[in-house]
């Protein structure tokens, strides 16, 4: 038996019908991330320990094998958990479909849940191109964010890139060069564009945005989704 860290989890979701397409499922949130975007309005989770274990969410799925089909392993940031590839083959023997939040930082870990079949739907954060990426992130990964990036869209598992958009953080051409460049790589999927809703305390007191963004200047060289527009 690995040793295991105390309680990874700061909470679970019991049910949602929009956070795993086409599934009904609960959310794991995964205490701690290798991030700091002043945005994130999980401060908590981002921050402090977590209070559940491993056998904590098994009791859960195991009075709802049946009823839910999906878990989505969120947080913080989940493929920080170094036991995570064995939680998901259990998950998987217990009859569920997973789906990965990840901010696309540990790719190692990204393939090899890909690759041995341990993930059945991966949703990829991109945060900001590259000359904004250490100041909307707080993180110097975006090198580990592209290879995460560059392998799934050649990796056969259904996969979307969304980007949360605060407009005076983000504006129209850092979008524009984002599509672009998910363009060049071949993506061709739908790229989400999710506005940021703001619930304080935020992680960096961000502000609230002070101007819309100007939707009518995007490009759409590939699909492009609103959320929360
Ligand atoms: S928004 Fe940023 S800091 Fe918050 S959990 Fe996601 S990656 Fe981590």
Redesign the pocket.
């Known amino acids: 038996m690995p040793n295991l860290p105390d309680n990874p989890i700061f909470d679970i979701t019991r049910f949602t019908t929009t956070d795993f397409p086409d599934r009904l499922a609960c959310v794991v949130w995964f205490s701690g991330?290798n991030?700091?975007?002043p945005y994130?309005y999980?401060p908590n989770?981002?921050r402090e320990k977590g209070t559940l274990c491993e056998s904590d969410l098994f009791d859960f799925l195991r009075l709802r094998q049946g009823k839910l089909e999906g878990v989505v392993l969120s947080?913080?940031?989940c493929t920080l958990y170094p036991h995570l590839h064995d939680l998901c083959e259990t998950i998987k023997a217990m009859g569920f479909e997973i789906k990965l939040d990840t901010?696309g930082t540990k790719p190692a870990r990204i393939r090899a849940l890909v690759e041995e079949g341990l993930v059945d739907y991966v949703a990829l954060?991109f945060k900001a191109p590259q000359h904004l990426f250490k100041s909307l992130?707080g993180s110097a990964e975006y090198d580990a964010f592209h290879e995460s990036l560059t392998y799934l869209i050649e990796a056969d598992v259904s996969f979307e890139v969304r980007t949360t958009v605060h407009p005076d953080l983000l504006h129209v051409k850092d979008i524009n060069a984002m599509i672009e460049e998910l363009h060049g790589l071949g993506y061709k999927g739908t790229y989400y564009l999710q506005h940021y809703l703001h619930v304080e305390p935020t992680?960096g007191k961000t502000a609230p945005p002070s101007k819309a963004f100007a939707l009518e200047s995007l490009i759409h060289p590939i699909p492009v989704r609103l959320r929360n527009f």
């Open positions: 991330c991030m700091r975007c994130c999980n989770i981002v947080g913080g940031e901010n954060d992130t992680l």
